[in-house]
Structure formats: C-alpha cells, structure tokens
C-alpha cells in the first residue's frame, strides 16, 4: 500500500515539473553576424577633372645670327621677352589601383588623363630707336599649349577612405610658337612651328572615397571618390628660326621652354570591388 503511494506522488512530481517545464519561454536563435565589408582601393576607375594651369618657366631668349646680334644687343630685338601664360584646364582619366592590403596600407596604380589646357599669349612690342634705326619695328610673340596628356604611374598610402599619393611619368602636349619681325622696310623675319612635344610629369595629391549612396554616384558605380592634385610638366625646349623672307640662313634664333603646373580638382567613379 505504502509503495503504491510513493509511486503515485513520484509520478505526480514528474508531471508537475513538465508542465512547468512546458511553460518556459523558449531561447531566441543567436543573430546571424554580418560583417561590414571594408573598402578597397583595388579596380578600374574613370573620371574627370577642372582646374588652373599656368606656366613657369615662360621667358623667350633671342639671339641674332651673324651680325644681326648687333640689333640684339642695341634693343632693336629683344634678348629676353617674358610671356606668361595661364588660364582653365578641364579634361578626363582612366586608371587602376591595387591595394595590398584592405583597410589601410599602400596602393600602387597607373593612370592615364588628358585636358584641353586654355595656355596662349601673344605679345606685340613697338620700338622705335632712332639713333640705330630710323624705321618703327615691330615684335610679335606668341605661344601657346593646346592640350596636355600624361601616362602615370601611382604610389600612395590609405587610410581607409583616405588616400595620399604621388604620382609621375611620361608627359605630352599640343605646342605651338611663332615670331615675327618687322620693319618700315620691306624685310621682314619669320617663324613658326607646331608640334606634339614629349617629356615627363610628377605630383601628388589627396582622394577620398564617399559613401556608395553619394548623390554623386550617378553611374551606381561602386564608390565615388573626389580628389585634389597638383601636377608638373616638363615639354623641354625648343630653338626657332625666325628666318629673313629675303634669303635663307638669315636671321634669329628664339628659345622657348614649355614647363608649367595644373592645380585641379576630380571626380572618379570607381568600378569593381567594394
């Protein structure tokens, strides 16, 4: 009888302990973690560019053949003439980086870009030296650079979205110069050329990466970044004939050089991983 009732209340014990058990709130399933993908630098981009562009080494040097140098050194042509130009520049790039490592640390890339640079002077001088020329003369200068190119290569460090940079290479542009002298009489001194002229080009400079949902982001590119360069050029120099219309052989020789700086400011949209 005894062990009828013990087995009863155990029995009554297990149900109890069940139903309460029933009664639990049940354990919620851990979140699922999502990791926020860290931006790259790595991929292809491409762009566009406005700024200032100006020269910096823009002295003419003129020396005259034979005896003309006599008129050099009298002022009738002058020896030196400063032509400074300086003016907008606005064009386009393409380029691609590669980040060693994601988060920060160091990009390399190579870049291409050309603009129509807005470089052009011309420069008239009147002179009128009776002690060694009784006739008015009469200088004309004039130079100008129409677009300029470079190929590039990048190397930076990232801060994240923060990238600095240098950047140098081959540099190439649209030259043109011409001189001309005249007199009261009839001779007159001529010459002009134009031409792609080569050299080299080096800066740096600082880009950030905006959000992806930037309203500029029109292309749904993967990343928008602006930037702020500076940039150096260096076309060499070249000698011009300003040669007499009365014979060949006969004249002045004019020296110019085609360096100067862009200081612009650019957009890329950036394609490929985030």
């Known amino acids: ?152 290569g990048r190397i930076g460090y990232a801060f994240d979205r923060v990238l600095v940079y240098g950047t140098g290479g081959f540099a190439y542009g649209d030259v043109t110069h011409s001189v001309g002298f005249t007199t009261g009489a009839p001779t007159t001194y001529a010459g002009s050329r134009s031409s792609m002229e080569t050299g080299y080009a080096y800066g740096g400079g600082i880009e950030y990466a905006l959000p992806t949902e930037s309203f500029l982001n029109f292309f749904k590119s993967s990343a928008v970044t602006v930037k702020a360069e500076y940039l150096r050029y260096d076309l060499g120099s070249r000698n011009l004939l300003v040669a007499s219309t009365g014979g060949p052989g006969v004249g002045y020789n004019t020296r110019f050089r085609t360096e100067g700086s862009l200081v612009r400011a650019g957009v890329n949209y950036k394609f490929g991983t985030y």
């Open 1 to 152: 009888m005894l062990k009828n009732i013990l087995l009863a209340g155990a029995a009554i014990a297990l149900l109890g302990g069940a139903a309460s058990a029933a009664d639990l709130p049940r354990r919620a399933a851990p979140p699922v973690f999502v990791p926020v993908p860290v931006f790259t630098w790595t991929g292809f981009y491409a762009g566009f560019n406005a700024g200032y562009a100006f020269s910096e080494s823009d002295t003419l040097r003129t020396t005259g053949i034979g005896a003309l140098q006599n008129n050099v050194n009298a002022g009738l042509r002058r020896a030196n003439v400063k032509l400074s130009q300086e003016g907008f520049t606005g064009g386009g790039q393409i380029g691609y980086n590669v980040q060693f490592t994601p988060g920060s640390g160091f990009v390399i890339g190579v870049e291409a870009d050309a603009q129509y640079t807005d470089l052009q002077r011309t420069q008239t001088d009147s002179i009128f030296l009776p002690v060694f020329n009784p006739n008015r003369l009469t200088n004309t200068y004039r130079t100008e650079v129409g677009f300029i190119g470079t190929v590039r």
